[in-house]
């Protein structure tokens, strides 16, 4: 199906088609009621297709300064690649963000006295391994100490409260993200037999001693057999084992869909794999505590760019990088200041590319004449994020409110409550409601994305979560929707180790890559692991 | 008429005076409860409900035309008023202000009504006997059936039916008597309409049956019956179910179900959580105390004459207004949210500790900590070494704190998890134990971040006299008896509320 003959469909159809089978309950199917205020948001395509068309920008610069570094991109990779840099001594550089507001997905928003997440909204603690990140987390003042077997301890404030998570099945809140009301024995057996597999893959060290799945992924395992499991599907993987119960798929199904918008039948093995295997220490042990704050990761992003306030700058598109990597010479930046419609041309020794990799080809002169990655390979998902204010708490049935809600068989990835953390557990607050759009080709979820209105998807959201609070349109105040037409890349099969992959994360003379789409996952460690790298690359050159 | 339907007709004149005098004690009941001063309440209810009854009776004058017809409709109209009158009466003083209007009107109307029957029965009755016959009959069963009123209502109706079902019983009854007369007294009224009255009367029996037996679904009748006492005071809060009882030994509080306080012991609780801090304390200032929305906790830091603040944060208004305007709490507080030196701040304790503001600077010399039970999470996280360490920053040097921690002997992982989590914040612990006899033995802890005293707690001349304390007692309870001995169970934190897993399972094993 694609965007047309989406447009074409009736209401019961669209929401069945874009929410799933939990909208099969909806009897008459009558319209809920829409809420009372809103607005349609995006990020600044408008700017994003200006570059691509090359138009609108004079291109006569109005002044020319040098800088040692220029980091093309204010998100967590460009961001982290400016903090390492300081930390190696080197201060000459800047930070060029195209929105006004830094941190590309892992932006936050606010109404009210409530902050809330427009994206990456989580951080698993991470392993005493990944020193970089746990030494930004000390300086954040979120890790505050060491265990004696030299794990870091994170503030308590900070670690998920408990309870994290909550999954409606059968008109019934119940504790956890397993659908366990109404699971048979099979199911259960199913559920035991997958954990155990999965277990066995946190065990395993390879021939050179490192875990097959670890965070930044390039600490884990490349060997044949990690690599194999790239070559198949989840489901394909699943399949092989022959667990078909309906209850484990759909867990299974959800975790891809939340870490990557992709169903089983997209992700590759080895990603969804990946997803239950890289946040345990150990088998049989929890996972790794959960980090999270009121506007998500939106935290990090405020930290790093509050501390080098004075070498950041918003709204300064990056409109071309002209370089020639056979001359061992300068590389030449022109950005545009919003602002003032004026245009800059930087001269930096090294440049960090920051941004997605297919927005290259229109910002890197050449880039295409390269022999470099395959592009089309890079895809990225659509997705649309709501946030819904609350005059007060829907009423509940069975296990209460947690940061996590899940709704079983919907399409949609539930919501986190904002004000969770904050330990407000009475009266208003903003729940942060998240789809991906599973369309095989992103293209045509990215049409339907941007044609559909904001009633339109206000009903989508609404149809969702009536679903599981009847009482929902009543205390609905004010929804705000969000749609991410490149929100993550797609781990699909065989990209994690494609050489596409591998390559992109290659300097091209001057100009160093980073950006969490290099690692094939979308998660905050991978793209602060390419910042520092990059940064660590222009630092040793 | 033949004697078998007079019969009849005597024993509703038995019913009809039971159920008159049963409207008028449970206003009475329910007015002394709601505002407390039975005295007054009750000299007022009957001196309104006896006039009343004059009025009806001298109303009754002006009715000529079918009398029998407007005998039904007075039964029907009393069977709706007198039996929704306590229901109705339970929601109006939670909701509106003139609450003292709604009651008398309804009383008034009662009696009016009631004052109706007599007159027009005997006026029917009067042409099949003889007048000296009928008066000494009909008030021979009226007087009989106030004298059962009297004493069914004490005895049987009030503990174990509750007001509310009695009087939607008693309505009904009234209701039979109409419906019964469309019958009896059949060979006098008109054919016309006499269909629909039938239909009306068993509508309204209909009625006020689905009433009684929908009743056991509302919460307040369920409650009842779970409470084992009749409700005084019912109210929803966005926050929680406020329910107040009454019986013999006194009145209690409950919050979502879960007994808070019997105004027969509660002394020794408050006491026992009070004292051992404020003591400790030399000459406290200013005082903190979360939870306690009663004002009793407050009351007995209100004896130590060197208090210039009490600051009181209870998430809420409903709580805190109740215990400022609701007669019978207000004199077991002694007024205590009344004082001037007192400020209440309804917010949730952990969000209020988390904020920067005014009162954020204010360090305080005692915190007593008088939460529910950690039987849900959004009150665990009011036990976890988050909260603690929040509390802290807001003590003065050498500032004591006493907590109430659930019952050590029913919940031993649950009491020790609450002294082992304050252990882990840093605090020097001292857990003991006080009999309550509605609660069993009760776990309470003193804490303090600076050195324990331990020379013996002197009690200062103005705290005295205590009704349950004394300087032996106060020692005692220190002395943890041998089936109370220490655990180690895990800690609470805010990311694992082990204490609300703890907290459930140990509760509903006694369940």
Known sequence: MNATEMKRLNRRDLLAALLGTSTLALGGCSRVSLPP????LSPDVLIGHKIRDKNAFSSRAKSRLQKQVVIVGGGIAGLSAAWRLLSLGIDDFVVLEMESVFGGTSRGGEMGDFRFPWGAHYLPTPMKENETLIELLKEMGVVVGVTPAGDPVIAEEFLCRDPQERVFVEGEWI??????????????????????????????????????????IAAGSDEEEVRLLDSISMATWMDQFGWTSSRLRWL???????????????TSAWAGVFYFASRNEKANASSQDVITWPEGNARIVDYLSNTMRDRVE????????????????????????????????????RVIYAVPQFVAPYLIRDFSNESRANLSEFRYGAWLVANIELSDRPRENGFPMCWDNVLYLSNSLGY?????????????????????????????????LMSMTWSDWADVVMTDLTLAHPDLPLLVTRMDIMRWGHAMIQPRVGFVFNEARENAAKPLGRIHFAGTDLSGVALMEEAFYHGVRAADECARL | MNRAPLASLYLNVLVIATCGLIYELLAGTLASYLLGDSVTQFSLVIGVYLS?????????????????RTFIEVELALALIGGLSAPLLFVAFAWIAWFNVALFGMVFLIGVLVGLELPLLMRILKEHL????????????????????????????????????????????????????????????????????????????????VGLIKADTLTMIAEETMLESPIVYARQTPYQRIVVTQNQRGFQLHLNGHLQFNSADEYRYHEALVHPAMLACDSPKHVLVLGGGDGLAVREVLKYPSIESVTLVDIDPGMTQLARTFPLLVELNSSSLLDDRVKVINRDAFVWLGERSETSEKKFDVVIIDFPDPGTYSVGKLYTTRFYRLLLERLAINAKLSIQCTSPLVAPNSYWCIIRTLEATGFDVRPYCASVPSFGVWGFATATMGQIAGKEIEFPEEVKPLRFLTPAVLQSMFELPADITPRQPELNHLNNQVLVRYYDQEWSRGE
């Not at chain 1, 299974?252 to 997209?266: A, E, M």
Request: charged share 20%; aromatic share 10%; proline share 4%.
């Open chain 1, 37 to 40: 205020a809103g607005m349609l």
């Open chain 1, 314 to 349: 918003h709204s300064h598109p990056v409109i071309a990088i002209e370089h020639d990597p056979k001359a061992d010479d300068s590389v030449r930046v022109l950005a545009w200041d919003k602002a003032n419609g004026t245009t800059f041309e930087f001269e930096a020794e």
């Open chain 1, 252 to 266: 299974v199904d959800y975790s891809c869909r939340d870490d990557y918008g992709l169903t089983i039948d997209q």
């Open chain 2, 52 to 68: 009343a009854l004059g009025v009806g009776a001298w109303l009754s004058q002006y009715l000529h035309d079918n009398l029998a």
């Open chain 2, 130 to 209: 003889d007048f000296s016959d009928l008066v000494s009959r009909v008030l021979t069963f009226d007087y009989i059936g106030a004298l059962v009123a009297s004493l069914l209502f004490p005895i049987l109706l009030v503990p174990h039916l509750g007001l509310v079902r009695t009087s939607l019983l008693f309505g009904i009854f009234n209701a039979l008597v109409g419906l019964w007369g469309t019958y009896l007294l059949r060979p006098i009224l008109s054919e016309r309409g006499l269909g629909a009255l039938r239909g009306r009367a068993i509508l309204v029996v209909g009625l006020l049956v």
């Open chain 1, 175 to 216: 504790e956890g993200l397993y659908p366990a009301k109404g699971a048979s024995v099979d199911d259960l057996q199913q559920l035991k037999e997958f954990q155990g597999e999965i277990d066995k893959w946190i065990s395993a060290r390879d021939r050179l001693g490192r875990r097959m799945f670890a965070i930044p």
């Open chain 1, 416 to 448: 986190v409550v904002s004000t969770h953390q904050m330990g407000i557990d009475d009266g208003p607050t903003v729940l942060t409601w998240y789809m991906p759009l599973l369309h095989d080709d992103a293209k045509v979820s990215r049409e339907q």
